[in-house]
């Protein structure tokens, strides 16, 4: 069978150092994975929709009550007035995503995207034919140049895209980084796409400023987020958008087209997890990986491989130049074979990495696997 001329889709570094650490038996700190036992009141959810008989489809806006709690959880958290119609449940986040942004975008449309970036963002936009223009962030506060910001505007640029926090980076956005993109964003009539999974894994002094809290983005603003990691479900795949009515009720019909609804007895599980977990489930999720981000990081450093300590989500991007290797690929697979730990080289992050020597570690790993990793990799010393 013949496969499309033009296509560029392929494998992502993601999925291949994980497929690369299960054949080597080793400690997989490349893929997210989040290692928080799920929810008692999340499995119970699942399993009583199970046991009713809850198998059907549902709408292809995703259950009522669900597309309600999760307006209502955004608007406790962050003091928002989200209805249920600003609220579209698909499969996984990056559903959620692709549905918003096919009905915004058209192919040919220019897109933003700052480096380093997530990967699965950059190839759902260029499965939608979009432009995709790049734009570098400076260490080790991943800081953003403004002004290059403005100058890489066209007349064919439509979006720009954020995670906030950041994966890979950790970076997160503070309010006046936010105003100053809804600035540009309403100067430049575009729409802001702001990746917001981890808005729960903050760190030290870091608070958190959802996007739909400033009001120069409140009309262009698509909020994508779900339950994979907070609820440690990334099976599940039950994700969200937030927007205006008018584009969830466009982005629906492709939702209905492309994925007809996400599982349903699992939508009810993440429904009464919203409903029934306490406000101080969401503030331990970061104590503890705060914890797991300090062992990481004193280790990397210990052993010689430079790394900064992050604001937000649960990956670190290290400097691993003291591993033999012609690029971050060769450099991940060396140290995986090394050590036994799996990370993602970072050449996946970045549209010209250059003579960055960085690889991605992912520190949300229960405890004893965290110990080990760590201990693995001080045989280096």
Not at 48 to 61: D, I, M, Q, V, W
Not at 119 to 140: E, N, Q, W
């Amino acid at each position: 069978m013949n496969i499309g001329q033009e296509t560029e889709i392929e494998q992502s570094e993601i999925r291949s150092m994980t497929l690369l650490c299960d054949l080597e038996n080793g400690i997989n700190m490349a893929q997210g994975l989040c290692d928080l036992v799920v929810p008692e009141e999340v499995l119970h959810g699942a399993q009583e929709a199970l046991n009713e008989g809850k198998n059907f489809y549902t709408s292809s806006y995703g259950i009522a009550e669900l597309r309600s709690e999760i307006a209502a959880k955004q608007n406790t958290f962050h003091k928002q007035d989200i209805k249920q119609e600003n609220v579209l449940v698909s499969t996984g986040a990056t559903g959620a995503f692709y549905s918003t942004a096919k009905v915004i975008l058209s192919p040919g449309d220019e897109v933003i995207v700052f480096e380093p970036y997530y990967g699965y963002h950059v190839s759902t936009l260029r499965a939608l034919g979009c432009k995709i223009k790049f734009i570098s962030t400076t260490p080790p506060e991943y800081s953003i140049d403004f002004n290059a910001l403005e100058d890489l505007i066209s007349t064919y640029t439509k979006a720009i895209l954020i995670c906030n926090p950041s994966n890979p980076s950790g970076k997160v956005y503070t309010m006046k980084e936010l105003e100053s993109l809804g600035k540009i964003a309403t100067q430049h009539n575009l729409t802001l796409f702001s990746d917001e999974m981890y808005e729960h894994f903050i760190y030290d002094d870091a608070s958190f400023t959802s996007a739909l809290s400033i009001g120069s983005l409140k009309e262009r603003v698509v909020v994508i987020s779900g339950f994979s990691k907070i609820y440690s479900v990334t099976g599940w795949r039950i994700g969200y958008a937030i927007t205006s009515k008018n584009v969830i009720d466009a982005a629906s019909h492709v939702n209905d087209l492309i994925y007809l609804c996400p599982p349903t007895p699992l939508q009810y599980g993440v429904l009464q997890g919203l409903k029934k977990l306490p406000l101080s489930y969401y503030k331990n999720v970061a104590v503890e990986h705060q914890k797991k981000r300090d062992q990481l990081i004193e280790t990397l450093n210990e052993i010689g491989f430079k790394a900064h300590s992050v604001k937000g989500a649960y990956y670190v991007l290290a400097d691993v130049s003291k591993i033999e290797g012609k690029d971050t690929t060769d450099k991940a697979i060396n140290l995986l074979k090394q050590t036994g730990v799996a990370t993602v080289p970072g050449k996946a992050f970045y549209n010209d990495i250059g003579d960055l020597h960085l690889v991605r570690f992912c520190f949300s790993k229960k405890q004893e696997e965290l110990d080990e990793a760590c201990r693995r990799l001080r045989t280096l010393l």
